[in-house]
C-alpha cells in the first residue's frame, strides 16, 4: 500500500509544502522571535508592495463574477448539457459555506468590531466609541466577509470547473491556467504551480484548525472549569483530526454533506436566538444604516481611494484580508468546483458567491450588531474581554450577557467542534485531490487516496498542536498568508482564463458532454470517490 500511495502521489506537489512546513515548525521551536520577525517581515513587504494590486484584483473579481452572469457564458451548464448534479441546491450552498468562512465568523463576528469601534483608523476623523465608530465597524465587516472574499472564491473554481469539466482538462491548478499559458503550464512548471498553492492551503489551515483547538479549550474552561492545558488541547486536536479524516475517507455524500446540512441549520438556529435575545431594534438600526454606508464606500473602500490609500489601517486590515481569501482560494476552488457538476455557471454564481455572501451579511449584522450593543450596553465588556484574553474570549462575554448563557455557550462549543470538523474535512479533499496525479473527468480516484488524507490530517494536527502548545500560531497564520501573493496572481490569471474561454470557447463548453463513468446524480454513489 505504501508504493501504490508512492505512485499516485505528484513528488514535486506533495513534498515541498511537507518539507516547508516542518521546517517552519522546527524553526519556529528554535528560535520563535527570529521566525516570527522573519515571517512578519516578508508579510510586511508583500502588504506595502502588492497592497494596490490586491485592491484592484480582489474588485476586479467582483466585476467579473457581475459581467459573466449577465453574458452568454452564465447559461452554459458546468459538465455539459447532460450533466446532472451530484448535490441538491441545498447541500450544495451549506458545503460551500462550510467549506470556505464558517469557521471565521464564528469568533471574528463578534470580536472585529471590538478592533474597530475601539481604534478607527485616523483618515476617517472618528472618535472611538462614537455612533459614527459603531457604523463604520459593521460596514467594514460586510467589506470584508461578504461579496468580495467570495469574489474571490469563485472566480478560480468557476475557471476550474469549466476547464476540468467541459473541457477535459486535468484536475489541478494548471489545468485551467493551461488555456491561457499553453504547454508552460503543464510539466513541473504546473506542478510548481500547485505545489505552491497546496502550501498556502495546508498552513492555513493548520492556523486555523489551532485557533479553533484554543478557542475550544477555552470555552471548556469557562464552561466546565477544565483547565486549559496542554493535555487538554492534545485531545481536543485528536479528537478534530480524528472525527474530519474519517469522514473525509467516508465520502462527500456520507460525510461532508451530513456535517454541513447540520452545521448551517445551527447557524441559522443561533442567528434567530442572538437576533431575538439581544437589543433586536439596535441591530437591525444599525444593520441597516451600515448597509448603506458599505454601498456607498463599496468602490472607494475596495480601490483604497483617497486618503484610505497607503493607510496602516487599510493594510493590516482590508488587504490584510485580501491576502488571506487569496492564499486559501485557489486550492479550495477545486473542491468547490468539483461539486459544482450539473448546474449553470449563473447558478454557480449564485451559489458560490450570491447566496453565501448574503448569509455572511446577516450573520456580521446580528453578531457584529450585537455585540456592539451589548459592548455599549455593558460598559465596554466586550472590548475589556477583547483585551484581556483575546479575539476568542468576545463571543463568550456577549452570550454571558444574553439569556440562557450557560445553555447556548455549551451549545456554541460543539457548534464550534462540528464547524472545524466539517472545514477540515472539505479542505482535506482539497488537499489529498492536488497531491494525486492529474485525473481527467470520469477517472476512477486512486485507493491510495485514503491514505493520502490520513497523512494530511496527522501532519496537520500535529502542526496545530505543537504550534498551540508552545510558539503560538501567529507564525504559521503569516506562513499561510505568503501564499496571498502567488494567489494573487493566480487569481489574475483565472479571471483572464474566464474571458478566454468566453471569447473562444464559448461552443465547445456549451456542446461537452460528460463522460459516462463521472459523477453520478443526486442519490447514487459517486464513482469518484
Same mark, same amino acid.
Given at each position: 500500500?505504501?508504493?501504490?500511495?508512492?505512485?499516485?502521489?505528484?513528488?514535486?506537489?506533495?513534498?515541498?509544502?511537507?518539507?516547508?512546513?516542518?521546517?517552519?515548525?522546527?524553526?519556529?521551536?528554535?528560535?520563535?522571535?527570529?521566525?516570527?520577525?522573519?515571517?512578519?517581515?516578508?508579510?510586511?513587504?508583500?502588504?506595502?508592495?502588492?497592497?494596490?494590486?490586491?485592491?484592484?484584483?480582489?474588485?476586479?473579481?467582483?466585476?467579473?463574477?457581475?459581467?459573466?452572469?449577465?453574458?452568454?457564458?452564465?447559461?452554459?451548464?458546468?459538465?455539459?448539457?447532460?450533466?446532472?448534479?451530484?448535490?441538491?441546491?441545498?447541500?450544495?450552498?451549506?458545503?460551500?459555506?462550510?467549506?470556505?468562512?464558517?469557521?471565521?465568523?464564528?469568533?471574528?463576528?463578534? &470580536?472585529?468590531?471590538?478592533?474597530?469601534?475601539?481604534?478607527?483608523?485616523?483618515?476617517?476623523?472618528?472618535?472611538?466609541?462614537?455612533?459614527?465608530?459603531?457604523?463604520?465597524?459593521?460596514?467594514?465587516?460586510?467589506?470584508?466577509?461578504?461579496?468580495?472574499?467570495?469574489?474571490?472564491?469563485?472566480?478560480?473554481?468557476?475557471?476550474?470547473?469549466?476547464?476540468?469539466?467541459?473541457?477535459?482538462?486535468?484536475?489541478?491548478?494548471?489545468?485551467?491556467?493551461?488555456?491561457?499559458?499553453?504547454?508552460?503550464?503543464?510539466?513541473?512548471?504546473?506542478?510548481?504551480?500547485?505545489?505552491?498553492?497546496?502550501?498556502?492551503?495546508?498552513?492555513?489551515?493548520?492556523?486555523?484548525?489551532?485557533?479553533?483547538?484554543?478557542?475550544?479549550?477555552?470555552?471548556?474552561?469557562?464552561? &466546565?472549569?477544565?483547565?486549559?492545558?496542554?493535555?487538554?488541547?492534545?485531545?481536543?486536536?485528536?479528537?478534530?483530526?480524528?472525527?474530519?479524516?474519517?469522514?473525509?475517507?467516508?465520502?462527500?455524500?456520507?460525510?461532508?454533506?451530513?456535517?454541513?446540512?447540520?452545521?448551517?441549520?445551527?447557524?441559522?438556529?443561533?442567528?434567530?436566538?442572538?437576533?431575538?435575545?439581544?437589543?433586536?431594534?439596535?441591530?437591525?438600526?444599525?444593520?441597516?444604516?451600515?448597509?448603506?454606508?458599505?454601498?456607498?464606500?463599496?468602490?472607494?473602500?475596495?480601490?483604497?481611494?483617497?486618503?484610505?490609500?497607503?493607510?496602516?489601517?487599510?493594510?493590516?486590515?482590508?488587504?490584510?484580508?485580501?491576502?488571506?481569501?487569496?492564499?486559501?482560494?485557489?486550492?479550495?476552488?477545486?473542491?468547490?468546483?468539483?461539486?459544482?457538476?450539473?448546474?449553470?455557471?449563473?447558478?454557480?454564481?449564485?451559489?458560490?458567491?450570491?447566496?453565501?455572501?448574503?448569509?455572511?451579511?446577516?450573520?456580521?449584522?446580528?453578531?457584529?450588531?450585537?455585540?456592539?450593543?451589548?459592548?455599549?450596553?455593558?460598559?465596554?465588556?466586550?472590548?475589556?474581554?477583547?483585551?484581556?484574553?483575546?479575539?476568542?474570549?468576545?463571543?463568550?462575554?456577549?452570550?454571558?450577557?444574553?439569556?440562557?448563557?450557560?445553555?447556548?455557550?455549551?451549545?456554541?462549543?460543539?457548534?464550534?467542534?462540528?464547524?472545524?470538523?466539517?472545514?477540515?474535512?472539505?479542505?482535506?479533499?482539497?488537499?489529498?485531490?492536488?497531491?494525486?496525479?492529474?485525473?481527467?473527468?470520469?477517472?476512477?480516484?486512486?485507493?491510495?487516496?485514503?491514505?493520502?488524507?490520513?497523512?494530511?490530517?496527522?501532519?496537520?494536527?500535529?502542526?496545530?498542536?505543537?504550534?498551540?502548545?508552545?510558539?503560538?500560531?501567529?507564525?504559521?497564520?503569516?506562513?499561510?498568508?505568503?501564499?496571498?501573493?502567488?494567489?494573487?496572481?493566480?487569481?489574475?490569471?483565472?479571471?483572464?482564463?474566464?474571458?478566454?474561454?468566453?471569447?473562444?470557447?464559448?461552443?465547445?463548453?456549451?456542446?461537452?458532454?460528460?463522460?459516462?463513468?463521472?459523477?453520478?446524480?443526486?442519490?447514487?454513489?459517486?464513482?469518484?470517490?
Amino acid at each position: 500500500m505504501f508504493r501504490e500511495t508512492v505512485k499516485a502521489t505528484r513528488p514535486i506537489v506533495f513534498w515541498p509544502p511537507v518539507v516547508l512546513l516542518t521546517a517552519a515548525l522546527a524553526f519556529s521551536l528554535i528560535d520563535f522571535d527570529g521566525f516570527h520577525h522573519m515571517v512578519s517581515a516578508a508579510n510586511q513587504w508583500i502588504l506595502r508592495r502588492f497592497d494596490w494590486l490586491f485592491s484592484y484584483a480582489s474588485f476586479a473579481a467582483v466585476l467579473l463574477m457581475g459581467w459573466v452572469v449577465f453574458s452568454p457564458l452564465g447559461g452554459v451548464r458546468i459538465g455539459g448539457p447532460d450533466a446532472k448534479p451530484i448535490l441538491n441546491r441545498w447541500n450544495w450552498f451549506s458545503i460551500t459555506l462550510c467549506t470556505t468562512i464558517a469557521i471565521g465568523i464564528l469568533f471574528w463576528g463578534s &470580536a472585529e468590531p471590538m478592533f474597530h469601534i475601539k481604534a478607527p483608523p485616523p483618515y476617517t476623523h472618528i472618535d472611538a466609541y462614537s455612533e459614527e465608530a459603531s457604523e463604520f465597524a459593521l460596514s467594514s465587516m460586510f467589506m470584508h466577509w461578504t461579496i468580495t472574499p467570495y469574489a474571490i472564491y469563485t472566480v478560480p473554481a468557476l475557471a476550474f470547473a469549466l476547464a476540468h469539466y467541459n473541457l477535459g482538462r486535468p484536475y489541478s491548478l494548471s489545468g485551467p491556467l493551461s488555456l491561457l499559458l499553453g504547454r508552460a503550464a503543464t510539466g513541473r512548471a504546473g506542478a510548481v504551480i500547485d505545489a505552491v498553492g497546496l502550501y498556502a492551503l495546508v498552513a492555513g489551515v493548520a492556523a486555523s484548525l489551532g485557533a479553533g483547538v484554543m478557542t475550544l479549550a477555552g470555552g471548556l474552561e469557562a464552561i &466546565a472549569g477544565i483547565y486549559d492545558t496542554t493535555l487538554l488541547r492534545f485531545f481536543v486536536t485528536l479528537s478534530i483530526v480524528a472525527l474530519f479524516v474519517a469522514s473525509s475517507i467516508s465520502g462527500l455524500q456520507k460525510g461532508i454533506k451530513i456535517l454541513s446540512d447540520f452545521n448551517t441549520r445551527f447557524f441559522f438556529a443561533l442567528l434567530v436566538f442572538v437576533l431575538a435575545a439581544g437589543p433586536t431594534v439596535d441591530i437591525l438600526a444599525l444593520g441597516a444604516k451600515s448597509l448603506g454606508e458599505y454601498v456607498v464606500e463599496f468602490i472607494p473602500r475596495s480601490l483604497a481611494l483617497g486618503e484610505r490609500a497607503g493607510s496602516d489601517w487599510t493594510r493590516d486590515w482590508t488587504v490584510f484580508y485580501f491576502a488571506n481569501w487569496l492564499a486559501w482560494a485557489p486550492v479550495t476552488a477545486l473542491f468547490l468546483g468539483r461539486i459544482s457538476v450539473g448546474y449553470t455557471v449563473r447558478e454557480f454564481i449564485l451559489f458560490n458567491l450570491a447566496a453565501p455572501a448574503l448569509f455572511g451579511a446577516l450573520w456580521m449584522t446580528v453578531f457584529g450588531g450585537a455585540a456592539i450593543g451589548v459592548d455599549a450596553a455593558e460598559n465596554h465588556a466586550l472590548v475589556a474581554a477583547l483585551d484581556a484574553n483575546g479575539p476568542e474570549a468576545v463571543i463568550y462575554a456577549l452570550f454571558d450577557a444574553l439569556p440562557a448563557s450557560a445553555i447556548i455557550m455549551m451549545l456554541f462549543v460543539g457548534l464550534t467542534f462540528i464547524s472545524f470538523v466539517t472545514a477540515m474535512d472539505s479542505n482535506t479533499h482539497s488537499i489529498t485531490s492536488i497531491c494525486l496525479k492529474n485525473m481527467r473527468p470520469g477517472e476512477k480516484r486512486p485507493r491510495a487516496e485514503r491514505w493520502v488524507k490520513i497523512f494530511w490530517g496527522a501532519l496537520i494536527g500535529a502542526v496545530a498542536f505543537i504550534m498551540t502548545s508552545t510558539t503560538g500560531i501567529d507564525g504559521v497564520r503569516m506562513l499561510s498568508n505568503l501564499g496571498g501573493l502567488p494567489g494573487l496572481f493566480i487569481l489574475i490569471a483565472m479571471g483572464v482564463v474566464i474571458v478566454i474561454i468566453r471569447i473562444n470557447w464559448l461552443p465547445e463548453i456549451r456542446a461537452a458532454v460528460q463522460p459516462a463513468s463521472a459523477e453520478k446524480p443526486e442519490g447514487q454513489k459517486i464513482a469518484v470517490e
